[in-house]
């Protein structure tokens, strides 16, 4: 098995956690969170901060793992930690398969959406002009992360500072709503409810569905954990990054999202959609302004893209270090760079093609895809289902802990990951509002996941065992 380098640094682990999460879900989720919310400012700010809370409780959880194992895939050696080899490989191969994938094809996706945007052109999300210039996304980060790993940790740094622009700006101009449109905007109307005009009947409240939509905006971060071998005193430096990162990432959120709302009113958000952000800065600048704004989105997705990527194209590779998976020999073999693995990369966007194309199916209304529209926040509904063995375990046995390490954060993460989960499910969306699209959205991913997860078992290696030096 060959050793990767050690390549990256505190702000590279900083960057992954904030510039991954930080990419289009905050955008285009927005407005869907404050319509599932009933139009009330004050609910979706309470789905905001519980989604929020949830990603700091794990994060900080994954720190104090990250201070006790530095070895392939910080994830996957966690959960394995805490479980067994066996549950270690298929959460690796649902990462690599699924999780990855997932978030990355529909990134691309909105990446394009938003670069035809500066021209003024308004495509579909699955049209043919925007899949190939997905595709091409894909393709160009998967390839800049085999040739040019340093290239990629640099890109995703600046594309981190980049994309805190348009969050920062419309902080900003929320301040001044009411100067710059009008004394019916500002942060005290928006915390007004929209009430009961006829346009906007639609606006019930499904505090559930806002919480489901949360997840995926808040999502990306445990991608971080995929460099563990290749970041430089990692037992420091992703705990840092981790906590630090996460943090940030809530405040941001918050800030951005009662600012949106000051600048354009409840309405104004859910009716935008994923425009919102542009529609500001339009109001501010004209179409100029609409098309730097974006710039900026087209370079915040581009930012979670890359970073998604840079975990994928580690996933099967992860696998062969233990002896797992499809040809561990090939697959755990590294390029001339001593950084990844070709044929890793090579199955990684695979997988992310293919998702690309069951988005198409999915948004367009084939059959039933349809019904995996949510499929990127069901998946990570799963996920945190799966951390719950993890916080258990520190309850368990990390006795060198003091009691908020040992018992206070993990409790409060496995009540979060519960609550993300049955919102995921949509059964709390079932008892509360007795809305049962959420539960067949779930029950069709189920069959679709199973059936992509079948051929793991067919290359689970018993006998093998996972070396036992640290990378």
């Known amino acids: 098995m060959d050793k990767?380098?050690?390549?990256?640094?505190?702000?590279?682990?900083?960057?992954?956690?904030?510039?991954?999460?930080?990419g289009s879900g905050v955008f285009f989720k927005a407005g869907g969170v404050l319509q599932s919310s009933g139009g009330d400012l004050k609910f979706a700010l309470l789905a905001w901060l519980i989604g929020g809370l949830i990603m700091i409780t794990s994060g900080f959880c994954f720190a104090i793992f990250a201070t006790k194992i530095t070895k392939f895939n910080g994830v996957v050696?966690?959960?394995?930690?805490?479980?067994?080899?066996?549950?270690?490989?298929?959460?690796?191969?649902?990462?690599?398969?699924?999780?990855?994938?997932?978030?990355?094809?529909?990134?691309?996706?909105?990446?394009g959406?938003?670069?035809?945007?500066?021209?003024?052109?308004?495509?579909?999300?699955?049209?043919?002009?925007?899949?190939?210039?997905?595709?091409?996304?894909?393709?160009?980060?998967?390839?800049?992360?085999?040739?040019?790993?340093?290239?990629?940790?640099?890109?995703?740094?600046?594309?981190?500072i980049i994309k805190l622009?348009?969050?920062?700006?419309?902080?900003?101009?929320?301040?001044?709503?009411?100067?710059?449109?009008?004394?019916?905007?500002?942060?005290?109307?928006?915390?007004?409810?929209?009430?009961?005009?006829?346009?906007?009947?639609?606006?019930?409240?499904?505090?559930?569905?806002?919480?489901?939509?949360?997840?995926?905006?808040?999502?990306?971060?445990?991608?971080?954990?995929?460099?563990?071998?290749?970041?430089?005193?990692?037992?420091?430096?992703?705990?840092?990054?981790?906590?630090?990162?996460?943090?940030?990432?809530?405040?941001?959120?918050?800030i951005y999202f009662i600012s949106l709302s000051a600048f354009l009113g409840n309405t104004g958000t859910i009716n935008s959609g994923n425009n919102a952000p542009i529609d500001v800065f339009e109001k501010i600048m004209g179409k100029f302004g609409g098309a730097l704004f974006a710039f900026f989105l087209m370079v915040s997705c581009l930012g979670t893209v890359n970073g998604v990527t840079i975990s994928c194209c580690r996933g099967m590779y992860t696998m062969s270090c233990r002896g797992q998976g499809i040809a561990p020999e090939k697959f755990s073999k590294l390029g001339k760079n001593q950084s990844v693995s070709l044929y890793s990369c090579i199955y990684g966007y695979i997988c992310i093609l293919f998702m690309l194309m069951v988005w198409c199916l999915a948004i367009n209304g084939v059959w039933l895809f349809?019904?995996?529209?949510?499929?990127?926040?069901?998946?990570?509904?799963?996920?945190?289902?799966?951390?719950?063995?993890?916080?258990?375990?520190?309850?368990?046995?990390?006795?060198?802990?003091?009691?908020?390490?040992?018992?206070?954060?993990?409790?409060?993460?496995i009540i979060g990951s519960i609550f993300f989960t049955i919102c995921g499910t949509g059964i709390f969306q079932l008892i509360t509002t007795g809305e049962v699209e959420s539960l067949k959205a779930?029950?069709?991913?189920?069959?679709?996941?199973?059936?992509?997860?079948?051929?793991?078992?067919?290359?689970?290696?018993?006998?093998?065992?996972?070396?036992?030096?640290s990378l």
């Open 77 to 111: 050696d966690y959960v394995e930690l805490a479980t067994n080899k066996k549950i270690g490989y298929f959460l690796a191969w649902l990462m690599t398969t699924f999780y990855y994938p997932i978030i990355a094809s529909i990134v691309s996706l909105f990446s």
């Open 370 to 413: 349809k019904y995996l529209g949510s499929m990127d926040e069901i998946i990570c509904a799963i996920i945190y289902l799966v951390y719950i063995t993890m916080y258990i375990y520190m309850m368990k046995n990390f006795k060198d802990q003091n009691v908020l390490r040992r018992f206070i954060f993990p409790a409060l993460a």
């Open 113 to 160: 959406q938003y670069f035809f945007k500066m021209f003024g052109l308004d495509v579909g999300l699955v049209s043919w002009q925007n899949v190939i210039f997905a595709s091409c996304v894909l393709t160009a980060s998967v390839i800049l992360n085999y040739l040019s790993p340093i290239i990629s940790a640099k890109f995703q740094v600046s594309s981190t």
């Open 442 to 469: 779930f029950g069709v991913f189920m069959i679709f996941f199973v059936l992509l997860m079948l051929p793991s078992i067919f290359f689970y290696k018993k006998e093998k065992e996972m070396p036992e030096e």
């Open 165 to 254: 622009i348009p969050i920062l700006i419309v902080a900003v101009v929320g301040l001044f709503a009411s100067i710059i449109v009008g004394s019916d905007y500002g942060i005290i109307n928006a915390f007004k409810v929209i009430g009961v005009k006829p346009d906007n009947s639609n606006y019930v409240l499904n505090f559930g569905e806002a919480v489901k939509k949360t997840a995926f905006a808040y999502e990306g971060w445990v991608c971080a954990t995929s460099i563990n071998a290749e970041l430089k005193e990692s037992h420091k430096n992703l705990p840092r990054a981790l906590v630090f990162g996460t943090v940030a990432i809530l405040v941001f959120y918050l």
């Open 4 to 22: 990767v380098k050690k390549q990256y640094g505190l702000w590279t682990g900083i960057a992954m956690v904030v510039g991954i999460v930080i």
